[in-house]
């Protein structure tokens, strides 16, 4: 019976392949959880980012910011006009970039992006 004199608790049995699977893959997880989930640039990336410009900056960075970084050949210096396309690319990278676990505000060394978090 439950704590409230209510129904007798009941699970189904289930077989042991579902059990290894739902509690081993939960139980190897566990440790993951503290784990920051943001994907991590690979070296190639960084040595082309290395090329295009001083990385010195890019300190702890993800695959995102290094792309970004890539893409338009160093930190945004200049916000974009809110309802350009270039905003709203912005706010739509972002947001795919938190999708993708990557949950830090983009690289903004030049403080020119809040308006795209914002909105984001």
Not at 1 to 23: C, H, K, Q, Y
Request: glycine residues 8%.
């Amino acid at each position: 019976m439950n704590s409230a004199n209510g129904r007798d608790f009941w699970a189904p049995e289930f077989g042991a392949d579902i059990v290894t699977f739902t509690l081993g893959a939960q139980q190897k997880l566990y440790g993951k959880a503290k784990d920051d989930p943001a994907p991590l640039p690979d070296q190639a990336s960084l040595d082309q980012a290395k090329k295009v410009l001083d990385t010195s900056n890019l300190g702890h960075s993800s695959a995102n910011d290094v792309a970004t970084f890539l893409r338009f050949g160093g930190f945004a210096t200049k916000a974009p006009e809110p309802d350009s396309l270039e905003f709203r690319t912005g706010v739509e990278a972002l947001k795919q970039a938190w999708a993708a676990c990557d949950s830090d505000n983009p690289i903004d060394h030049y403080r020119v992006l809040t308006g795209v978090v914002t909105v984001a």
